[in-house]
């Protein structure tokens, strides 16, 4: 007898501090598609918890680009900013585990205690301040307000990844303990994430390839948390020429620039044939490429991104 899977629930998760560019288009597109081609539904959240950077014309803009170019979502629209309280609520049960404490270092201080133990040369903290004693971190709280962090233990957490295959880290070792609440109030990206994917229903979580290694100390949050382990799939970056991840500041590669020379179908006839969907660039729309979506024909290595 066959066994029945329950259609999944992906995620748009972007970052409104400015224009998508064709990597965000990329991940967009093959997240969409992971999740329409299975019966799946599709939500969308708005990451803007950073003050500084996220502004509230920058997620209409989202919306818009999404529609533009034929992606479409379930629901209304989550925007983090708006649920400090949920992450509030989760920061004060890993507080209850014993797992949190302050840290007063510098971002100076911080470099001088980490390694780069990892081999993408990330530093590692090397949790100094875990070890004050109450009294030191009563005199440092008179000067300095302090980020907050989770304390890891020496556990290797390990999952097979839709497109990467088995990944694993040793917590300790290889990310440390890390922040959870800024020093200036705002909840970090690992704890938000862990929280609103499982408030969302989120069943599979499609992104860069950039994030593989967020994925342990997530999976690890999860438990803690008793929260749902979502399916993982890290999809290869596209690379500028010269081999740097393609980024914001790409001028010529954001989707303001990239609409004054193509259509939609253009620019999906371009992603969809970099993720080796078709066989050459033409004009296409996303429902159109839905039954034609597998992740056995997906490329597992970082692209060079040429045709522009």
């Given at each position: 007898?066959?066994?029945?899977?329950?259609?999944?629930?992906?995620?748009?998760?972007?970052?409104?501090?400015?224009?998508?560019?064709?990597?965000?288009?990329?991940?967009?597109?093959?997240?969409?598609?992971?999740?329409?081609?299975?019966?799946?539904?599709?939500?969308?959240?708005?990451?803007?918890?950073?003050?500084?950077?996220?502004?509230?014309?920058?997620?209409?803009?989202?919306?818009?680009?999404?529609?533009?170019?034929?992606?479409?979502?379930?629901?209304?629209?989550?925007?983090?900013?708006?649920?400090?309280?949920?992450?509030?609520?989760?920061?004060?049960?890993?507080?209850?585990?014993?797992?949190?404490?302050?840290?007063?270092?510098?971002?100076?201080?911080r470099l001088a205690?980490?390694?780069?133990?990892?081999?993408?040369?990330?530093?590692?903290?090397?949790?100094?301040?875990?070890?004050?004693?109450?009294?030191?971190?009563?005199?440092?709280?008179?000067?300095?307000?302090?980020?907050?962090?989770?304390?890891?233990?020496?556990?290797?957490?390990?999952?097979?990844?839709?497109?990467?295959?088995?990944?694993?880290?040793?917590?300790?070792?290889?990310?440390?303990?890390?922040?959870?609440?800024?020093?200036?109030?705002?909840?970090?990206?690992?704890?938000?994430?862990?929280?609103?994917?499982?408030?969302?229903?989120?069943?599979?979580v499609v992104r860069?390839?950039?994030?593989?290694?967020?994925?342990?100390?997530?999976?690890?949050?999860?438990?803690?948390?008793?929260?749902?382990?979502?399916?993982?799939?890290?999809?290869?970056?596209?690379?500028?020429?010269?081999?740097?991840?393609?980024?914001?500041?790409?001028?010529?590669?954001?989707?303001?620039?990239?609409?004054?020379?193509?259509?939609?179908?253009?620019?999906v006839g371009l992603?969809?044939?970099?993720?080796?969907?078709?066989?050459?660039?033409?004009?296409?729309?996303?429902?159109?490429?839905?039954?034609?979506?597998?992740?056995?024909?997906?490329?597992?290595?970082?692209?060079?991104?040429?045709?522009?």
């Amino acid at each position: 007898m066959s066994r029945k899977t329950t259609p999944p629930t992906g995620r748009f998760a972007p970052s409104p501090s400015g224009r998508m560019h064709m990597g965000n288009l990329w991940s967009c597109l093959l997240a969409w598609l992971s999740a329409r081609s299975a019966g799946g539904r599709m939500v969308l959240r708005l990451e803007d918890l950073d003050p500084d950077r996220c502004r509230p014309e920058y997620c209409d803009q989202v919306m818009r680009d999404l529609e533009w170019l034929g992606l479409d979502w379930d629901g209304a629209p989550v925007y983090q900013s708006r649920r400090t309280g949920a992450y509030a609520a989760a920061f004060r049960a890993l507080e209850e585990q014993g797992l949190v404490y302050p840290c007063f270092c510098t971002r100076a201080e911080r470099l001088a205690a980490s390694a780069p133990h990892r081999s993408d040369g990330v530093a590692v903290y090397d949790g100094r301040c875990a070890r004050l004693s109450p009294a030191e971190r009563e005199a440092l709280s008179q000067t300095r307000r302090p980020a907050w962090r989770v304390r890891v233990p020496e556990r290797e957490v390990a999952f097979s990844d839709l497109l990467q295959g088995e990944y694993r880290e040793e917590l300790s070792r290889d990310c440390g303990d890390f922040i959870l609440r800024r020093s200036d109030g705002v909840y970090a990206y690992q704890l938000a994430v862990v929280v609103d994917d499982a408030m969302m229903g989120v069943t599979q979580v499609v992104r860069g390839s950039d994030l593989l290694s967020s994925t342990p100390r997530q999976l690890w949050l999860q438990e803690r948390l008793s929260l749902p382990h979502p399916e993982y799939g890290h999809l290869p970056l596209l690379l500028a020429p010269d081999g740097r991840r393609l980024a914001k500041r790409d001028r010529g590669l954001e989707l303001g620039q990239l609409q004054e020379c193509y259509t939609a179908p253009q620019l999906v006839g371009l992603l969809a044939h970099a993720a080796g969907l078709i066989d050459r660039p033409e004009r296409i729309t996303p429902r159109e490429l839905v039954p034609l979506f597998s992740w056995d024909r997906l490329p597992r290595e970082d692209l060079v991104w040429g045709p522009l």
